[in-house]
């Protein structure tokens, strides 16, 4: 079975840029969830999205948003990228029934230069 | 502030010491869930509780989740190098069904 990809591993741009960061949950997740993590802290909480909906959004600007796709994949999108927003972003693959174990991706290492 | 803290914040101790590490809230959690993540890559999931007073092994990891499912425990006996990482609890928060982690514990085992 494989496991919670995301794409690119590695992003690299200007301030006042737009990123795009992709998820595909494991087969059967209808949940995924986005993080930051900037360098040595912990997770804060992005986005969740459940069966195609945003259920509900972490304390960061609007600049912040994303969608989950008719195949739960998921995007996020960060407009006007600032310089503080250089962090490892994680997706969590959760199948929505029973406990909530949360299945990570590697992380999409954003750098905003 | 957090909803789950976790404590000690970093740990450093020496290859065969045993340690215990600690995630407390004052809310119930209907489970919590302990992760291992080393850098550069996401979290592994080690184990869920959900029973409080429940107790789980994992070979020298012992998982313990509190009678009053408000708080969890993970001790590791004679620690090993492998074991270095940052060690996170999370858990459903019950008003908005959200899964938040507490901030962590960093953990380093020296040979």
Redesign the interface.
């Known amino acids: 079975e494989a496991g919670?990809t995301q794409s690119p591993t590695h992003l690299i741009k200007t301030r006042g840029q737009q990123a795009t960061l992709r998820c595909s949950p494991i087969s059967g997740h209808t949940s995924v969830?986005w993080?930051q993590q900037a360098l040595g802290?912990?997770?804060q909480?992005l986005l969740?999205y459940d069966e195609g909906e945003e259920?509900?959004r972490g304390n960061f600007p609007p600049r912040f948003s994303g969608r989950q796709f008719p195949n739960y994949s998921s995007e996020l999108n960060v407009n006007a990228l600032e310089l503080e927003d250089s962090a490892?972003y994680?997706c969590?693959s959760?199948q929505g029934r029973g406990?909530?174990?949360?299945?990570?991706?590697?992380?999409t290492?954003l750098t905003v230069v | 502030t957090q909803l789950l803290e976790q404590s000690p914040q970093f740990l450093s101790i020496q290859e065969g010491e045993n340690l215990t590490v600690y995630c407390n809230s004052s809310s119930v959690f209907s489970s919590l869930q302990w992760y291992r993540q080393e850098p550069g890559e996401g979290p592994v999931l080690l184990v869920t509780v959900v029973t409080g007073g429940e107790v789980k092994k994992l070979k020298r990891l012992t998982f313990q989740f509190g009678d009053a499912r408000k708080d969890s425990s993970l001790h590791i006996t004679a620690a090993q190098p492998g074991d270095t990482g940052l060690y996170l609890c999370a858990g459903p928060y019950s008003s908005a069904s959200k899964i938040i982690f507490g901030s962590g514990t960093r953990l380093s085992i020296r040979p």
């Open positions: 919670v969830y993080y802290l912990g997770l909480f969740w259920r509900n490892l994680l969590a959760i406990p909530a174990e949360a299945f990570f991706g590697q992380g290492r």
